[in-house]
């Protein structure tokens, strides 16, 4: 069984830095597209990073390119989101999911069919 633990979250001023983890099971890193959505109140679930198992390559959405940075440690079968620079507008709760086609296409979100629980990142600004 495909599980996800997501942890890391937390209150966090405006400029600092937050690391996200996200504890796999049931599946090894390599053979899975792994990556992070977002969901801010009222607003819908954003996907912002992903790393695909097909051709080893990483993908962000524009608003945290430069300041976000997604990788895995795969012996531990953990993988994480570096997050600096934050900003307010960052401030949802974060997702960890993988996709078992390994594409990680953040246009095709419908593929990420295993989702961990969420952490709630919150930026005061």
Known sequence: EVQLQASGGGLVQAGGSLRL??????????DYAIGWFRQA???EREGIS???SRYGGSA???SVKGRFTMYSDNPKNTFYLQMNSLKSED?????CTADHTGWGSLRN?????????????????
């Not at 983890?21 to 390599?30: E, K, M, Q, T």
């Open 50 to 52: 992903s790393i695909s």
């Open 109 to 125: 979100p419908e593929f990420f069919a295993s989702w961990g629980q969420g952490t709630l990142v919150t930026v005061s600004s």
């Open 60 to 62: 962000y959405t524009d």
């Open 41 to 43: 109140p009222g607003k």
């Open 91 to 95: 401030t949802a709760v974060y997702y």
């Open 21 to 30: 983890s996200c504890a796999a099971s049931g599946f090894r890193l390599d």
